[in-house]
């Protein structure tokens, strides 16, 4: 007879597994501040199966299961039923939230869902939990449990994990608290919502309620579009309107009327988009023909590589996500940005990544945090850091570029910009939507993770974020994005697609509404391949599950594609038809929950804006500095300039085996460079990246930041042996609180800043995405982040022999700098550190470019050894950094350094006027090299030598600077290690 | 017009060093083909001079490197590659392609485990090589660099006096000349007993041209050392 069990009793075998070659751990490592006392750690691993039968045969069928699949003999060791170490203090075990993806379950899932007759065993359920021991012992006066829920706060995430202590009395070993579901199952599947009689207040309420974060203006207007076709939205209509006019889809303030009080007096601005990026870049078009092959209408923009192939690059945000859960923010982050390379033109092939990062810095106490629950610098910087490595890593990306900054403004608001670069046939670049195709999804499943996350982005976070939000963080799955891409780039080979675009914010409602925009057509909802079951329409419409792309193909490619997407593993659906109507109609069980005419949602309500800039410091007398060799000490070991290092090994930055300028490099390995410089296979061109992030100084000009980061990037881009005339650059903002009319006036101001030394510079803007609301409601007030531009560009090279990298790579070469050295010392590292308030250089664009095309005839001359520019740290610190190749000593003397009239010592060395680099060139070409540049801010400053290993930095008789370059190195390299 | 030497390269969902190996391998001579594990069947190591399990990630390499991929291979072809070597076939895995060999018991016992830092690890190493009659590695020095990523390279056996075995008995073919990531003996790669099966966790086809190497000034020799093994690997089977 059977006899029912209740649920909870059934036993769930555990099977625990621990390492036998890992040693127990610093339990320090695990927490964001060192603990006082000396305790350790073990990782392990449970796993945990509830068996339909639990007779003999079955149990052992599981465990030959666990032996086969999960266990290696050799290094591991396997606990039945049993705890895997004794003697601890206490332990943690978490596991994912019902709901929340988890990769290894899913691939452990796979190998016995189906195969219940093969293998003997029948699994009900089956869970995983990692757990971490603790041994040790602490002070009489110390609580156990206080210090383990500082472990639990560090070690786990409540936005995705579950978590319980054990301590060694409790006998719990079940983990049914790990157990608990959500369930939510609506009944009816969409709503429709009478809006027609209900006034403007009524109206706001509805899109609070829904979430929809649209204004009462935008209400007002929902109300008119539906007065005029006379009937009422369903939800998803809503939905679909919210995510088309949300920030992140239509960047609204971008758009926006914006009457600006700035230096020059009052103006009204119709659209710093318009303005500022899209007539320079079209201007700089007409200047360069046949440059720029596709801008601002698809997913990243191309220019031209060579006859067959082009480039594009694409960065992205991916900040509050990264906030609420580091690791998985950044890894969706980059999943993100690689698919919209994936669906620019018929599908580019990702081929490197840079990540830039705005974080606290790491040794900021903890009770400096203003607010509760919100995560340490140091935990976001090391989930951020990990969830790229993660997702790029095994995606087969290089990830070769990148930089971090560290100011308190960004404990609240962190900052996590993923940006991608794609090479495709020239003949790919351009697609085009008609009616009759077949729409088709392709990759991951949908479910209900990241459901709003475009309307979350176009809110500020609070301490309740960290809490209700949960349904905004999706987790990545790189394997699955891989399948995909594999799947993407082998269907444009074989010539199978029409039109193809990522699922990105918004998911199907916005990839579908792009494709479905001007041709119309009708998706099913019904055909979608689900997650979970009971998800309602609106809700299927707009998720961001990730890894998943939408094709538009004929309908007799379809085998073929099937075909393929057989051979990748991955899964494909006909979602429904383009049909020339004009209208976006979505069906779900046979009803129809949105039929929109996309056409009259094009124009979202222009904003109307208020900005003003004004301060701006005034030049100051340089500060007193007695001994310098000391100053240069504190610059290097400034978390500003130390050494990425531990970081960028984190990344591989050499899969596919094109990376030829690396970012650590020089004849030591480790020796920083500025730009990566990328092969590209087909082809004797390849692709140089770099980037710029300044945002110290827009806090007193946001201007000369704007003009400051475009020439960095540039000059990056041509030191490493970009040809100048083939330049394109990005333009990525962050924001604060834009309703604030200085922060919204900084915005301004940076966008001229960037837009004039792009028309100078004859850089287009070939991509560029806002992000805003990143501002945090403190117990004290709110915290805004300063504007935050990130300029990042790619450049072409035209010959292999053209590479330069930024390290000394002789010892008897001559020594020489490039550019004009001024006196202000206003948003240097420097600066910063004596807390000493000047003004920030301004850009001389003119002269800088006259200047980097001498530099670039001089590179083809085979002139130029290597180039360093110089950046943060100034002077003294680029020379440092020059010569961390370990090649050999420098002899100099500034005398000859151009400057702008009469210049301080301190200045010379810690200025970070823009415009400049470091360049070393052989003995025998000294004086073609000093003719070259006759006409040029060129001088000599020294020679490289054997003689001694030191940086002996002279200025007329004094010495300013003598130190030994192996003690410069080690305060520089190992800046970052205690941290990461 | 001259048959060239066929390889074919393992690709599994997550694989991903498959272009440059087969990149590599077209440049050293051999005709290069990807097979997609989906596809995967006995018959496709008809005609095969050489097999290569290549880098990534396979499945994720969840549960553990390599070890879903082992169970795959298994699933769809048996013990072909068993056969595959006894009729005389050259295997050679990189990377997660070393992890899964080890899987798949063609090379001496060992597992390759979480790096002592417990970190991803992504730099260049100096190597010994201990094999310079192997098939492999006849055309390179005593000691040479190659590049390595990986964050499940430390290679450890069940007693740590087996590895000192594979070192004296000679199936440890390449060891770092410096501590990388606690591999016992400091061991990089293995051999079978044929010499025809190598497994290491180093990455050669990322090393093929002069201008791949970090420093410009690193030496005088015309091409990458990965350029080398993959040369004597052809000269090798082409005899």
């Known amino acids: 007879m059977v006899r029912a069990v209740p649920f909870s009793a059934i036993p769930m075998i555990s099977y625990e597994i621990s390492d036998r070659f890992i040693d127990a751990g610093d339990a320090s490592a695990l927490l964001y501040a060192p603990l006082e006392f000396d305790l350790t750690f073990r990782k392990t691993r449970r796993y945990l199966f509830e068996l339909e039968d639990i007779g003999g045969d079955s149990t052992a069928a599981l465990a030959r299961f666990v032996k086969r699949t999960l266990l290696d003999e050799a290094s591991q060791e396997l606990f039945i039923d049993q705890n895997a170490c004794d003697d601890w203090l206490f332990m943690i075990e978490y596991g994912m939230k019902p709901g929340g993806l988890d990769l290894e379950k899913e691939a452990i899932r796979a190998r016995f869902q189906g195969r219940s007759q093969e293998l003997g065993f029948h699994p009900n359920r089956f869970d995983l939990h990692q757990r971490v021991y603790v041994f040790g012992d602490l002070a009489e006066d110390v609580s156990v449990e206080e210090v383990a829920k500082t472990f639990v706060k560090d070690v786990c995430n409540p936005a995705i994990h579950k978590s319980t202590i054990h301590y060694p009395s409790s006998q719990a070993l079940t983990g049914n608290a790990l157990m608990d579901r959500i369930t939510t199952h609506p009944t009816d599947f969409y709503r429709r919502f009478k809006i027609s009689d209900l006034n403007e207040d009524e109206l706001f309420e509805i899109s609070q309620f829904l979430k929809l974060s649209l204004s009462k203006v935008d209400m007002l207007a929902v109300q008119k579009i539906y007065a005029d076709w006379n009937r009422e939205p369903t939800d998803v209509e809503l939905e679909v309107i919210a995510q088309t006019w949300s920030e992140h889809c239509k960047h609204r303030i971008f758009g926006a009327t914006i009457a600006h009080d700035g230096p020059d007096g009052a103006e009204a601005i119709n659209s710093l988009f318009k303005t500022y990026i899209y007539d320079v870049t079209n201007r700089i078009m007409e200047r360069k023909p046949g440059f720029v092959l596709s801008c601002f209408h698809d997913n990243a923009g191309f220019i031209k590589l060579d006859d067959k192939q082009a480039v594009c690059l694409k960065a992205e945000t991916h900040n509050h996500p990264s906030a609420l859960e580091p690791y998985a923010g950044a890894n969706t982050g980059l999943g993100g940005v690689i698919r919209d390379i994936l669906g620019a033109g018929k599908g580019a092939k990702p081929i490197a990544s840079l990540d830039v990062f705005c974080f606290g810095p790491p040794d900021t106490p903890a009770e400096k945090i203003g607010a509760e629950d919100v995560i340490h610098p140091l935990g976001v910087m090391r989930g951020v850091v990990r969830g790229v490595r993660d997702y790029g890593n095994r995606m087969g990306i290089p990830t070769v570029s990148g930089a971090i900054q560290f100011d308190d403004a960004y404990i609240y608001n962190p900052l996590v910009y993923c940006g991608t670069a794609g090479v495709i046939p020239n003949g790919d670049i351009d697609k085009e939507m008609s009616a009759g195709l077949k729409i088709v999804a392709v990759g991951g499943k949908t479910g209900r993770d990241g459901i709003k996350g475009a309307t979350f982005s176009s809110a500020a976070l609070d301490t309740d974020s960290h809490e209700e939000d949960q349904t905004a963080v999706q987790i990545g799955n790189p394997i699955e994005e891989k399948k995909a891409a594999d799947f993407v780039l082998a269907a444009r080979d074989a010539g199978l697609i029409e039109f193809v675009t990522d699922c990105g914010a918004g998911g199907f409602s916005s990839a579908c509404g792009e494709m479905l925009e001007d041709v119309g057509g009708e998706i099913n909802l019904d055909t979608m391949p689900l997650k979970e079951q009971g998800m309602v329409s609106w809700e299927l419409f707009i998720s961001e599950s990730q890894e998943r792309m939408v094709l538009a193909v004929k309908e007799e490619s379809l085998p073929q594609l099937q075909e393929i997407a057989d051979r990748c593993e991955t899964e494909m659906a006909v979602l429904g038809d383009s049909d020339g109507s004009g209208i976006l109609k979505v069906k779900h069980h046979g009803e129809t929950v949105c039929e929109l005419d996309c056409s009259a949602l094009h124009d979202a309500p222009i904003r109307q804006m208020k900005s003003k800039w004004t301060s701006k410091p005034d030049a100051a007398a340089a500060p007193t500095i007695s001994n310098l060799g000391e100053a240069l000490r504190d610059v290097l070991s400034d978390f500003a300039v130390v050494s990425r290092e531990p970081i960028i090994r984190e990344y591989d930055h050499e899969v596919q085996g094109n990376t030829v300028q690396k970012p650590l490099a020089g004849a030591s390995g480790d020796a920083p460079q500025d730009a990566a410089v990328m092969r590209i296979d087909g082809s004797d061109k390849l692709m140089a990246m770099g980037l710029s992030v300044l945002p110290e100084w827009g806090k007193t000009d946001p201007y000369a930041m704007g003009t400051a980061c475009v020439d960095e990037c540039y000059r990056q881009l041509v030191g490493a042996g970009s040809n100048p005339e083939r330049i394109a650059i990005l333009d990525n903002f962050c924001g604060g609180n834009p309703d604030n009319h200085e922060e919204l006036g900084a915005l301004v101001e940076t966008v001229k800043g960037i837009a004039v030394a792009a028309d100078a510079y004859s850089a287009p803007f070939v991509s560029g995405k806002d992000s805003f609301y990143n501002y945090f409601e403190t117990k004290d007030g709110p915290v805004s982040i300063p504007v935050t531009i990130l300029i990042s560009g790619m450049g072409i090279v035209e010959d292999k022999s053209h590479v330069v990298g930024a390290s000394l790579r002789r010892s008897n070469s001559v020594v020489a700098v490039l550019g004009t050295t001024g006196n202000e010392l206003g948003g240097s590292v420097l600066a910063r550190q004596l807390e000493h308030i000047d003004a920030v250089p301004q850009t001389d664009l003119e002269t800088n470019l006259a200047l980097y095309n001498a530099y670039y005839e001089a590179l083809k001359n085979g002139w130029i050894l290597s180039a360093h520019d110089v950046s943060e740290g100034g002077l003294a610190g680029a020379l440092a950094e020059f010569a961390f190749s370990g090649k050999g000593g420098l002899e100099l003397n500034l005398d000859q350094l151009p400057t702008d009239g009469d210049v301080s010592k301190v200045a010379l060395l810690f200025a970070e006027t823009p415009g400049r680099f470091v360049i070393e060139i052989a003995p025998e070409n000294r004086e073609a090299v000093a003719a070259h540049f006759a006409d040029h801010a060129y001088g000599e400053i020294g020679t490289a030598t054997d003689s001694h290993t030191n940086l002996n930095i002279e200025w007329g008789k004094e010495t300013l600077i003598n130190e030994p370059l192996s003690e410069l190195k080690s305060l520089w390299k190992n800046g970052l290690a205690p941290y990461y | ?239």
């Not at chain 2, 005389?88 to 899987?103: A, D, E, K, P, R």
């Not at chain 2, 201990?130 to 990523?149: D, G, I, Q, R, V």
């Not at chain 2, 990965?226 to 089977?237: C, D, I, K, N």
Request: proline share 5%; aromatic share 10%; charged share 25%.
């Open chain 2, 1 to 239: 017009m001259e048959k060239r030497p066929r390889a074919l390269l393992l690709k599994f969902p997550g694989t991903n060093c498959d272009a440059e190996t087969a990149r590599a391998l077209t440049s050293v001579g051999f005709e290069a083909e990807i097979a997609p594990s989906s596809t995967l069947t006995r018959e496709m190591l008809d005609g095969v001079s050489l097999v290569v399990l290549v880098g990534g990630f396979s499945y994720g390499d969840y549960v553990m490197s390599g070890r879903i991929a082992k169970l795959v291979t298994e699933n769809k072809i048996g013990d072909a590659l068993k056969g595959f070597r006894d009729g005389g076939g050259y295997l050679l895995g990189i990377c997660n392609g070393f992890q899964i060999l080890t899987q798949l018991g063609l090379l001496p016992d060992c597992s390759l485990v979480h790096n002592t830092s417990g970190r991803y690890q992504c730099k260049w190493s100096m190597l010994k090589n201990h094999a310079p009659n192997s098939p492999y590695l006849s055309k390179l020095p005593e000691e040479f660099e190659f590049p390595y990523a990986h964050a499940e390279g430390r290679l450890v056996t069940a007693d740590p006096a087996d590895a000192k075995k594979l070192v004296a008995d000679g199936f440890a073919a390449l060891t770092y000349s410096t501590d990388e990531n606690g591999s016992f003996e400091q061991i990089a790669g293995l051999q079978d007993e044929t010499g025809r099966v190598l497994g290491l966790m180093p990455h050669p086809e990322r090393f093929m041209e002069r201008e791949d190497h970090y420093d410009p000034d690193w030496d005088k020799q015309e091409r990458g050392n990965g350029h080398y093994l993959f040369a004597s690997l052809f000269e090798a089977v082409s005899k």
